[in-house]
């Protein structure tokens, strides 16, 4: 079965992913989706590079204080070296000592203490802000040292701890160390604060604590100890963040802008092709509607012009039957005088005239028909299925009109044949609507009329059947009589028609009642190599 | 003119009355039916005749009567006759073997000429059955000998031919001449001719 030409323009695609853009609220939903998803990547992004630089800047401060603990070793070492070979206090020792207050500005006092009850502080130098050492504390603090071992102090003053080195059972020498004095002014960068701890508490804090905003997202931070046996002292930097440092402001503020732009402009091309889309099926449709107008104008054409023809060839069958008579008695009359010796006399001669008479009026009619000869179409090698399939999108509008279904049987394979396809159509159309107003004469619901075609050994064949009341047996044998009809208003030529078109293309039509019932009309039309065949046989 | 009958099948009554009036005046016997049916019905009892068929009549067509006619072995020459100058139909009807193809209304000569025509067809078809039916009567040495009459061979150049004596040859043609029932030289050739078994 082919399904006969839909006249619904058809729904213009888009593409599903898209479609959703139609909305507003999902458009709006869309967008906020996409705003959120680029703030959370820029918040990501901005966080992993935030980390980085921390960590960075926290290694750079570790090496650098590390360093510094260092040479505080150093100077205990070479310090309590001089303080051995001078028993004691002596200018060497000052002189070092001084020399160092004054290069390493954080180390504020350097102390040589004898230890032991009784003992003191041997020699002292001292910078701005340092403080002697108590030699009692001193002595507590390297008591269970080893000689040349050295050991951490904790000091009541913000920042300060000493250093401590036992040279041996009685001295020792103390380092006092002005913490803040580790980091320099420029190793800390604005955004941070640096906290250097012991085991015995917080030693100092650089860096002001930055007054945490309400949304702050959090804090990065940087831990790590500073590499010095002596001196276990623990780093630590810290970064607040703000949220508005994770997701800058105005790239989100211009990401939302123009992805806000792009997704209206889609949405309004989308919008755009649709309706493109739907203006070109509107036009596919209406183009659709005016061919088959054309067709049915060209279809209705032909049936003028054919059933003229077919008219006056009825007109000229009817006719010459009684000239036939008229012609052969008035001849026989001649012949009847002349054996009674009337041959010239006046019956004779009437008789004569109406042999003349009767022969001008055969040759109006054989003008008439070689007139209406000429009207016939041009016969073509056409497949048979256009023609079938066409003429029935055609009726199936009326037909629908009028409640009567209209099935239609054509086989896959071209079924090709030499004919007129107008003409051809033209028989399959009157057939169908005769069809149609048998079966509205029985006024049943369930109306039916069913085409097909079929390609059989001899050539191809058509059927139009139906369910109606089928043909009175009494008017089978006249049915392509021409001016005969079963139809009070019929003129008795469509079906006289049907059959001089089909026979101008060597074919044959017939009608029969079908198994269940209504009439069956059966056109055979030769297969295309019959025909030629046929001709040559002729020739 | 002729003995053969006419068999007129056309559904018109004027049409009937009127051919059976014109030959009736030319001395033709002519039999007329309306009904193809009936004339179908009828035909193998009939004596073999010369028919005219109306092409165009209800249920049936002249072409496809004829058809059917030939088919119950009624094979006899065929005259159709038609309202249309349908050269389709013409065409069709000489494929389909028919002597002769008329346009109504016909005119007295025409139809005479054909129905002489057709006669002639019938009356040849009848001779060639009755020769065929005499020479076929003939042994084969006999056919040879009839045959070579035929082409106006002498007794003796067809013993010579035959490596038969004249005399032998000449009681072959004493033979022949009894079953043929001529002695006419031209009728043998004739009947050689026209009897041959096809």
């Known amino acids: 079965m082919i399904a006969a030409p839909s006249f619904e323009p058809a729904s213009p695609r888009m593409p599903r992913r898209l479609a959703f853009l139609r909305s507003s609220a999902a458009l709006a939903g869309g967008w906020l989706l996409l705003v959120a998803a680029f703030g959370l990547y820029a918040a990501e992004t901005h966080r992993r590079a935030l980390e980085q630089e921390v960590s960075e800047s926290g290694r750079a401060l570790q090496r650098a204080i590390s360093q510094r603990v260092a040479q505080h070793d150093a100077h205990l070492t070479s310090l309590s070296a001089l303080g051995l ?114 085991a015995e508490g917080p030693l100092l804090e650089i860096g002001a604590r930055q007054a945490v905003p309400p949304f702050a997202a959090r804090t990065v931070e940087f831990a790590a100890p500073i590499a010095s046996e002596t001196q276990p002292l623990r780093l630590s930097l810290h970064r607040t963040v703000t949220l508005s440092q994770l997701v800058p402001p105005l790239p989100l503020a211009l990401f939302a802008a123009l992805s806000l732009a792009a997704l209206v402009l889609v949405r309004s091309l989308l919008a755009h092709r649709r309706e493109a889309a739907l203006a070109r099926a509107a036009a596919e449709a209406a183009s659709r509607r005016e061919a ?132 051809i159509e033209q028989v399959i159309h009157n057939l169908i609507r005769n069809a149609a107003d048998a079966v509205e004469e029985t006024g049943r619901g369930d109306g039916r009329v069913v085409v097909t075609l079929t390609r059989a050994a001899e050539g191809a064949v058509i059927t139009v059947g139906d369910n109606g009341a089928g043909i009175p047996p009494d008017i089978l044998p006249r049915l392509f009589e021409p001016f005969f009809s079963g139809k009070p208003e019929g003129m008795g030529l469509g079906l006289s028609l049907c059959e001089s078109i089909v026979e101008r293309f060597d074919g044959g039509i017939s009608a029969e009642n079908g198994p269940s019932g209504g009439a069956l009309f059966t056109v055979r039309l030769p297969a295309a190599g019959a025909i030629d065949e046929a001709k040559e046989a002729v020739q | 003119m002729t003995s053969a009958p006419v068999y007129l099948v056309d559904d018109d009554e004027a049409v009937r009355s009127a051919f059976s009036l014109l030959l009736g005046t030319y001395g033709i016997s002519i039999e007329t039916f309306g009904d193809p049916a009936a004339f179908l019905a009828r035909a193998p009892k009939l004596k073999p005749g010369v028919l005219v068929l109306d092409l165009r009549m209800p249920a049936i067509t002249g072409l496809q009567l004829h058809e059917r006619l030939a088919a119950i072995g009624c094979d006899w020459p065929t005259i159709i006759c038609t309202g249309h100058g349908d050269v389709h139909a013409c065409r069709r009807a000489f494929k389909a073997g028919v002597v002769d193809f008329l346009t109504k209304p016909i005119d007295e000569q025409v139809l005479v000429e054909a129905l002489q025509q057709a006669c002639a067809a019938l009356d040849m078809r009848a001779e060639r059955a009755e020769a065929a039916h005499l020479v076929a009567q003939l042994t084969e040495r006999e056919r040879e000998v009839l045959d070579m009459v035929g082409r106006g061979w002498s007794t003796r150049e067809i013993a010579e031919s035959l490596h038969l004596s004249p005399r032998t040859v000449d009681t072959h043609r004493a033979n022949i001449a009894q079953k043929l029932g001529t002695t006419s030289v031209a009728e043998f050739a004739r009947l050689a001719l026209i009897g041959k078994a096809p």
Do not use: C
């Open chain 1, 85 to 198: 070979a001078q028993a004691q206090p002596s200018a060497d020792f000052d002189l070092v000592a001084r020399s160092i207050l004054r290069f390493y500005p954080r180390i504020v006092a350097i102390d040589l203490v004898r230890l032991g009850p009784g003992g003191g502080v041997v020699s002292s130098a001292r910078a701005a802000g340092g403080t002697t050492a108590d030699p009692a504390a001193v002595s507590a603090a390297v008591k269970n040292l080893a000689a040349g071992r050295a050991v951490y102090g904790a000091d009541a003053r913000p920042g300060h701890y000493r250093l401590m080195k036992r040279m041996n059972d009685t001295m020792a020498v103390s380092l006092d160390i002005d913490g803040r004095g580790l980091v320099e002014e420029d190793e800390l960068p604005g955004w941070a604060r640096l906290d250097l701890s012991s």
């Open chain 1, 292 to 423: 088959l107008r054309q067709h049915e104008t060209k279809l209705a054409h032909a049936l003028r012009v054919n059933s003229m023809g077919e008219m006056a060839s009825g007109i000229a069958h009817e006719l010459t039957q009684p000239l036939t008579a008229l012609l052969s008695q008035s001849q026989a009359g001649r012949r009847i005088a002349a054996t009674g010796g009337l041959a010239g006399s006046p019956v004779d001669e009437v008789l004569a005239a109406n042999v003349l008479q009767a022969k001008r009026a055969a040759d109006i009619l054989v003008r008439l028909r070689a007139y209406v000869g000429k009207s016939a179409g041009e016969a073509g090698m056409h497949d048979l299925r256009t023609s079938v399939s066409d003429i029935a999108a055609l009726s199936r509008i009326d037909l629908g009109r009028r409640g009567i279904a209209l099935d239609l049987d054509l086989p896959e394979a071209p079924v090709a044949a030499r004919v007129d396809p107008v003409e």
